[in-house]
């Protein structure tokens, strides 16, 4: 059974349209996280979020909003998509925030964006 | 601002050629150095953690240690298999942000 799942693995799109990649996790954790792996292969952190908060990183635009239905999904939402935005996104998810623990990744979505 | 560099960036072994990895992190209080092995097309995949200065942890030909200002990936005579990008990660005391990674060595091991 996959732990981290995501949905599409890979998104082709134009520029100024809406996506969103899907996120789930079977592990029972409380905490999951986005990250977005750049065209040199670098990752970087975009939210974490459990049900108590949401962490965004500074360098985020606004145009991305996590949302979770329930606490074993956590899916990404992008708006108006440029061409910047291609990239590889990472779902991640941990037992609990921070506290030293082990993030277990997904397999990506591929996204690029025409 | 939490920082990690690992070098070198990509390295070339031969099959049974020890070497090792290294990752500098500069952090406000490390609350735990993570290591991942990401093979192409594929999320990262977690090999070991280390919390403070002196530990060391092993699987199979891979042996992590820790300073207080570095991380080493050792690996004893690799295996083609071994071939994969190694990413190092911290999180810092500031941590509900989640993990600073580096960009990785790219190593790649030839029969």
Same mark, same amino acid.
């Given at each position: 059974?996959?732990?981290?799942?995501?949905?599409?693995?890979?998104?082709?799109?134009?520029?100024?349209?809406?996506? $969103?990649?899907?996120?789930?996790?079977?592990?029972?954790?409380?905490?999951?996280?986005?990250?977005?792996?750049?065209?040199?292969?670098?990752?970087?952190?975009?939210?974490?979020?459990?049900?108590?908060?949401?962490?965004?990183?500074?360098?985020?635009?606004?145009?991305?909003?996590?949302?979770?239905?329930?606490?074993?999904?956590?899916?990404?939402?992008?708006?108006?998509?440029?061409?910047?935005?291609?990239?590889?996104?990472?779902?991640?998810?941990?037992?609990?925030?921070?506290?030293?623990?082990?993030?277990?990744?997904?397999?990506?979505?591929?996204?690029?964006?025409? | 601002?939490?920082?990690?560099?690992?070098?070198?960036?990509?390295?070339?072994?031969?099959?049974?050629?020890?070497?090792?990895?290294?990752?500098?992190?500069?952090? $406000?209080?490390?609350?735990?150095?993570?290591?991942?092995r990401q093979d192409p097309g594929k999320g990262p995949e977690f090999l070991f953690t280390l919390y403070s200065a002196g530990?060391?942890?092993?699987?199979?030909?891979?042996?992590?240690?820790?300073?207080?200002?570095?991380?080493?990936?050792?690996?004893?005579?690799?295996?083609?298999?071994?071939?994969?990008?190694?990413?190092?990660?911290?999180?810092?005391?500031?941590?509900?942000?989640?993990?600073?990674?580096?960009?990785?060595?790219?190593?790649?091991?030839?029969?």
């Amino acid at each position: 059974d996959t732990a981290v799942s995501q949905t599409p693995k890979y998104l082709v799109t134009q520029m100024g349209n809406d996506k $969103s990649i899907k996120c789930e996790q079977n592990l029972g954790h409380d905490t999951m996280y986005w990250y977005k792996q750049d065209s040199k292969k670098f990752l970087k952190i975009m939210f974490s979020y459990n049900n108590k908060e949401l962490i965004i990183n500074e360098t985020v635009p606004n145009r991305f909003s996590p949302k979770s239905p329930d606490k074993a999904h956590l899916n990404l939402h992008i708006n108006s998509l440029e061409l910047g935005d291609s990239a590889v996104y990472f779902c991640a998810s941990s037992a609990t925030q921070g506290l030293r623990e082990t993030q277990y990744f997904g397999p990506g979505t591929r996204l690029l964006v025409l | 601002e939490d920082q990690v560099t690992q070098s070198p960036e990509a390295l070339r072994l031969q099959e049974g050629e020890s070497s090792s990895l290294n990752c500098s992190y500069t952090v $406000s209080g490390l609350r735990g150095l993570f290591w991942y092995r990401q093979d192409p097309g594929k999320g990262p995949e977690f090999l070991f953690t280390l919390y403070s200065a002196g530990e060391e942890k092993e699987k199979e030909r891979l042996k992590a240690t820790l300073t207080k200002k570095e991380s080493f990936l050792h690996i004893t005579a690799p295996k083609p298999e071994d071939s994969a990008t190694y990413l190092c990660a911290v999180e810092s005391r500031g941590g509900a942000d989640g993990l600073t990674f580096g960009k990785g060595t790219h190593l790649i091991i030839q029969p």
